[in-house]
């Protein structure tokens, strides 16, 4: 008489049940821990496993989660990373991770702004256009910054070496020699003009001048 085919115990399949034969349980196969079931294993038919990459793409800022052992896993948003970091390699089966973005040197700025997906990029600041003569450029540290005039210094000082990247700094207006003295130092419309030296003023007769030094004209008093 024929029989029906028997019942198989949990994680197993009936292979090779039919004719005079009455067939044997062989356990499910297993998926692997990058596979998920793409057939189920139940009666006579066996599980069949594919890989996690053969399922569709999750889309951009996606990725497909715990995906494997037999589960298809679930799509994802990429996470957030925290300021002044940015996202590799989110995407397809793989969450990515999370980089420290560069940061600009001294004489660097930022030509292109480090975003969730892309790192920072920075130039150096001599790429850009030199500034005028009497002025300098604040480039640097991360900003492209601006040409500044050269500042003036305090009453009896000049600017020097103001220029590039540099403001320069103040330096003291050089001496002249005995009955001479300095003009046009650190003046507010030149402040890297040093001066020069010129000969006191005489005064008219029956004068002389009176406290002619450095950088004070003095002034006449009566014999």
Do not use: W
């Not at 799509?75 to 300021?83: D, N, T």
């Amino acid at each position: 008489e024929c029989k029906g085919c028997k019942a198989c115990p949990e994680a197993h399949y009936l292979s090779g049940c039919g004719g005079s034969n009455e067939g044997a349980c062989e356990p499910c196969a297993v998926c692997g821990d990058s596979e998920y079931e793409a057939q189920k294993c139940e009666g006579t038919q066996e599980r069949i496993c594919a890989t996690c990459g053969m399922l569709p793409a999750c889309g951009a800022g996606k990725f497909r989660s715990e995906c494997g052992h037999g589960g298809e896993g679930s799509c994802a948003e990429c996470a957030a990373c925290p300021a002044e970091h940015f996202s590799v390699g989110c995407g397809g089966l793989s969450g990515g991770s999370c980089h420290e973005c560069t940061v600009c040197a001294a004489g660097e700025y930022e030509a292109e702004p480090c975003t969730a997906t892309s790192d920072r990029k920075c130039a150096a600041c001599s790429s850009l256009a030199a500034c005028d003569a009497g002025e300098f450029s604040t480039c640097g540290d991360g900003k492209k910054g601006e040409c500044q005039a050269c500042k003036a210094c305090e009453e009896g000082s000049f600017r020097a070496s103001c220029g590039g990247s540099s403001e320069g700094t103040c330096e003291s207006c050089p001496g002249c020699s005995h009955g001479t003295v300095r003009v046009s130092c650190g003046l507010a419309d030149a402040p890297m003009e040093e001066g020069h030296c010129e000969e006191c003023k005489s005064c008219a007769e029956g004068e002389f001048r009176s406290g002619c030094v450095y950088m004070n004209e003095g002034e006449c008093a009566a014999c």
